[in-house]
């Protein structure tokens, strides 16, 4: 099957000569419906349209049916984000033909004059928060964001307010390249009650440093109520998670995360990850979130409830855990981590006994891992530490 993908503005195009040869020679065409109103009086008579809408499983079913050539309209450029790469996706033995135009976000930065390849590009479309969040906690000074009916400007602004990046200016495009064109500048916390005609884009710049702390000191952290000592020490944690090499790893669970503080710490560290807190407390419910908002941290998932006694198999299977408290259950929270740990994943836990210190490295001679590090340290006038680290066969 041979597929051509031509890009469109929102404006009524003026197509080249080549282009239009492929439009007249073409039977089968697919688009969205702004798309056909922009381009049906070019169609041939006997033209079949297939609708593009989401979910795409209907119109990707009807791209599989088809026995002949397919012209697909997109908006800018099809391959950026868009429509061309699921395509390649479904039908990877197609041969692919593209004719870009400018995508939404090269035509914003160009009528705002601004370098267009200073931005670092993300697309929220139909998408998770995480790279956006990883490109907020990496602190990024020009990131350029395809946004979708839910992932507004104003919900975006939202999000970056909640958490503390308040720093930063945004420009939002509407209908870029039509005669409908609107472009707006201002700071984030001015476009959260703002709302934009669809489709539209943003560029957003850091007007100001914002200090991010790493390395949290302790009396930061609001804490269990009466619970001070409820926390594991930031000398404790920075070194536990130094240790787990979290540069090298995905998906990290905090189980006992209590304040949150090791989670948090791991997000600060590692921007990357994709962080889930466990904790049993109800009180943790307001704090660990609490917590994130404070120290600019989205993107963390709390799951409350006793670990040992729930299934996980809904969430990504972790390569890094870090066990923060067992409730007198130790070899039981551990045989839970086990079930879900990948392969060559580390575990990592704080001995504040010896008995505890002997019941982690039985387990862990039991259910053969590989006993990676013991490490002693001591903060202060507290009692010595072990922090234990140990990786699956």
């Not at 710049?205 to 001070?228: T, V, W």
């Not at 407390?281 to 600019?296: D, H, M, Q, V």
């Not at 580390?346 to 001995?351: D, G, S, W």
Request: hydrophobic share 40%; glycine share 6%.
């Amino acid at each position: 099957m041979h597929i051509t993908l031509i890009g469109i503005s929102d404006n009524k195009p003026e197509f080249s000569n080549q282009i239009k040869e492929v439009i007249s020679e073409g039977t089968i065409f697919a688009g969205a419906s702004r798309h056909y109103n922009l381009v049906s009086h070019l169609l041939p008579g006997n033209a079949k349209w297939l609708m593009v809408s989401v979910p795409l499983d209907d119109f990707l079913s009807q791209l599989e049916n088809c026995s002949q050539n397919v012209i697909v309209f997109a908006s800018g450029d099809p391959l950026f984000f868009g429509i061309g790469n699921t395509i390649k996706r479904q039908l990877p033995d197609a041969q692919i033909e593209s004719f870009p135009v400018a995508n939404s976000l090269q035509l914003l930065a160009n009528k705002l004059q601004v370098n267009y390849g200073l931005y670092r590009t993300l697309s929220l479309t139909g998408r998770s928060w995480h790279l956006f969040d990883q490109f907020l906690i990496n602190g990024e000074t020009h990131m350029a964001v395809l946004t979708d009916k839910t992932k507004t400007p104003s919900a975006i602004a939202q999000r970056m307010c909640e958490y503390g990046y308040i720093n930063y200016t945004m420009h939002v495009g509407e209908r870029l390249g039509g005669v409908n064109e609107k472009i707006s500048t201002a700071t984030v916390s001015e476009i959260i009650d703002k709302e934009f005609n669809h489709p539209n884009c943003i560029l957003i710049e850091k007007i100001s440093s914002a200090k991010r702390l790493k390395g949290i000191p302790d009396n930061l952290f609001n804490i269990l109520p009466g619970r001070p000592k409820m926390m594991t020490k930031m000398p404790i944690r920075i070194t536990t998670l130094a240790l787990m090499e979290l540069h090298r790893r995905e998906v990290f669970w905090d189980v006992g995360s209590c304040t949150g503080s090791v989670a948090i710490e791991a997000r600060l560290q590692a921007p990357h990850l994709e962080v889930t807190a466990f904790e049993k407390r109800p009180e943790s419910a307001k704090i660990i979130p609490a917590n994130c908002r404070k120290f600019g941290t989205p993107g963390i998932t709390l799951v409350q409830g006793d670990f040992s006694a729930n299934s996980h198999e809904n969430l990504t299977q972790p390569d890094a855990i870090f066990v923060g408290g067992y409730g007198g259950n130790m070899h039981g929270v551990l045989n839970h981590c086990n079930i879900y740990l990948k392969k060559n994943g580390v575990l990592a836990f704080n001995a504040v006994s010896e008995e505890s210190k002997s019941q982690f490295v039985e387990w862990v001679e039991l259910n053969n891992y590989e006993c990676l590090n013991i490490t002693e340290i001591t903060v202060d006038n507290h009692n010595t530490i072990n922090i234990l680290t140990a990786q699956k066969a």
